[in-house]
């Protein structure tokens, strides 16, 4: 086990960044998770820890390390692939027993160690099949259980789950919580899904454009997010962002309507900035009881909520209410903030005024 | 005409036309696997009923035919082709399959083009080339020519069956420990297999039935089966029957080897499209 360092790791393909400078400690056990959009540089950074990608510039070190030079087979890490990379030609208790056969454990040792690996992800029985026998989420199990087979000092997920159905996907969510709590070895997983990031992490590293925008425990990315790509990347339905200027104290929106700004926020007069409020952050109550009065675009039940879509001015509003709310289009609502979790960002730069 | 009478309509014409194919394919491969067993005098009657003989096949491999000779060159110059094209092909094939190379489309292009150019046109350059280099006539030489042959192909042909090995794999292979040999032999290669094996079968089928460059660059002892075929135009005439019992020695391999590439052919094609 071991910590992971990046110290101004730069890919770069031609005039292309991938990743652009960014440096990164990961602690020794910690569970960091890359999460961004598709193509901002997540899946590259980890590539480069495996050793998959050679960085243009920078180091990487495993431990006090630095592996820049050394090959995948010496850097010591397990990686999970997206499509789980196993090995069609092998039955199952082949794919989890290779990496001790390529690394020359003795055969003797192999039987028990790959018995035990299979148990942990409930493989016993399917040992004896081939991959292209087995469903999507026992093809995972088998990525998963050869890569837990040793004991690396380095586990590398690239996007393990995105492969399942939905109800898979949170069973064996809640499946990686537990081995990783079990096992505790330094974990770096990619995901651009925000449940997972936020349900597994110690740390989140919120990456866009080859860049991390913010690191940090998935109860801050949430509650204090430092921009308005974090703010709208977790959460979902996602933030509320309502384009508009301050004028004493006020926020206005571009239509005009207003919502008075709780102390705590910045007061000075300025135009260009958005207020950012979450679904869940909003309450729905009768006409007059709230800030500010509006009508029913749309009523949406998920089943644990009711999610009320309203429009103020140009702009949509969602909030989350509890699911026994009956509202119908068209009804005239009011709508009150939570103070306490509004959010004040800079129009043109994104970033969050305090 | 009704849509239905339209469709019958069609399918018998579909068969009519199937069995017309089917006919002009097999006619004469039908005729030469009964000449083969007829005597000379009954070989241009078409007769379906006949005493059928096993002479001819005797006869072609005595004096002074000796086609026994020319099965061995065939077999030997065929195989050892297979067996260097192979691994040399692979090892082509991967690199172009997996490593960004400098002009790697215009090297691709350029492997392919060799085979457009005509083989009467190189011919002579060979022949004077083994000449000088005392090949003329040699096994060797005809395994050298064969293999300049089968090798563009073979190189795009296996690349086509290492594109369709998800990269992911080799990468995982990678990563638990393998080095970029050890990939190559324990995941690629058994992965590639079918593959490879529809290659080799292939390439023997060309060298197997090459005619223009053994039929110059041989006289006597290094003669290949299809141009031993030519000695039995004799002074008595075409000698069918004989020729028919040679062309069918000629034909038996590819058949089982047409019947294994079958399933390999199938199952190398679908590798890919199948996780």
Redesign the interface.
């Known amino acids: 086990m071991a910590s992971v360092t990046l110290r101004n790791v730069t890919k770069a393909w031609g005039p292309v960044k991938g990743v652009d400078d960014q440096s990164l400690q990961i602690a020794d056990r910690e569970f960091l998770v890359l999460l961004g959009p598709s193509g901002c540089g997540k899946t590259t950074t980890m590539r480069m820890i495996?050793?998959?990608e050679e960085p243009s510039s920078g180091d990487i070190l495993i431990g006090e390390h630095r592996v820049n030079d050394e090959?995948?087979?010496d850097r010591d890490?397990?990686?999970v692939?997206?499509?789980?990379?196993?090995?069609?030609?092998m039955s199952v208790r082949g794919n989890i027993a290779?990496?001790l056969k390529?690394?020359g454990v003795a055969s003797a040792d192999i039987g028990p160690r790959v018995e035990a690996a299979a148990r942990q992800v409930e493989l016993t029985e399917l040992l004896d099949r081939k991959p292209?026998a087995l469903s999507g989420g026992q093809r995972q199990r088998v990525?998963l259980a050869?890569a837990i087979v040793r004991t690396p000092q380095v586990f590398?997920m690239d996007e393990p789950l995105s492969n399942l159905d939905a109800k898979l996907r949170v069973s064996m969510r809640a499946e990686l919580k537990n081995l990783s709590h079990r096992l505790k070895v330094t974990t770096v997983y990619v995901t651009h899904d925000q449940i997972e990031a936020m349900t597994l992490a110690d740390r989140v590293a919120v990456m866009s454009e080859g860049r991390i925008l913010q690191l940090g425990t998935p109860e801050t990315i949430y509650n204090d997010p430092a921009s308005v790509f974090v703010a709208s990347f977790i959460g979902s339905p996602a933030m509320n962002l309502i384009e508009g200027h301050l004028r004493d104290g006020v926020f206005h929106t571009t239509e005009g309507a207003l919502m008075r700004l709780p102390p705590g926020l910045p007061r000075q007069d300025r135009g260009d900035v958005v207020l950012g409020v979450r679904p869940e952050d909003i309450s729905v109550g009768a006409p007059g009881e709230g800030d500010v009065d509006v009508t029913v675009f749309a009523v949406e039940n998920t089943g644990d909520s009711v999610l009320t879509t309203i429009r103020l001015g140009a702009e949509r509003i969602v909030a989350r209410g509890d699911r026994y709310q009956k509202n119908a289009i068209d009804d005239r609502i009011s709508l009150r903030c939570d103070p306490a979790h509004l959010y004040l960002f800079d129009r043109s730069s994104g970033e969050r005024l305090r | 005409m009704n849509a239905r009478t339209r469709k019958r309509v069609l399918a018998v014409l579909q068969n009519v036309a199937i069995l017309l194919f089917i006919a002009t394919m097999l006619v004469p491969i039908v005729w030469i696997a009964l000449a083969a067993f007829k005597q000379h005098v009954d070989v241009y009657q078409l007769k379906l009923v006949f005493t059928p003989t096993l002479d001819n096949f005797s006869r072609v491999f005595a004096a002074p035919y000796f086609l026994g000779d020319k099965l061995i060159n065939s077999t030997i110059v065929a195989t050892i082709t297979v067996l260097i094209a192979i691994p040399i092909a692979t090892g082509a094939a991967y690199a172009f399959s997996r490593f960004r190379l400098r002009g790697q489309t215009l090297l691709l292009v350029i492997i392919l083009a060799t085979q457009f150019v005509p083989a009467v046109v190189i011919v002579l350059p060979f022949f004077l080339m083994f000449r000088d280099l005392g090949l003329l006539d040699t096994r060797t030489g005809l395994v050298i020519v064969n293999l300049a042959i089968v090798m563009p192909f073979a190189v795009w042909m296996i690349k086509g069956f290492i594109d369709g090995i998800p990269i992911d794999t080799e990468e995982a292979a990678l990563v638990d420990g393998s080095s970029r040999l050890q990939v190559i032999r324990n995941i690629v290669l058994p992965m590639a297999a079918p593959g490879l094996v529809t290659a080799g079968i292939f390439c023997f089928i060309i060298a197997w039935n090459e005619f223009l460059f053994a039929l110059i660059l041989t006289s006597k002892n290094a003669v290949t089966l299809p141009i031993g075929l030519a000695l039995f135009k004799a002074e008595e005439g075409d000698l069918w029957n004989l020729m028919a019992a040679a062309g069918i020695i000629i034909m038996v391999p590819m058949f089982v080897l047409a019947l294994i590439i079958r399933r390999h052919f199938v199952q190398g094609m679908t590798m890919g499209a199948v996780r």
């Open positions: 495996a050793g998959l090959l995948p087979k890490i397990a990686m692939f997206q499509n789980y990379g196993l090995y069609p030609h290779y990496p390529v690394r292209k990525a050869r590398l």
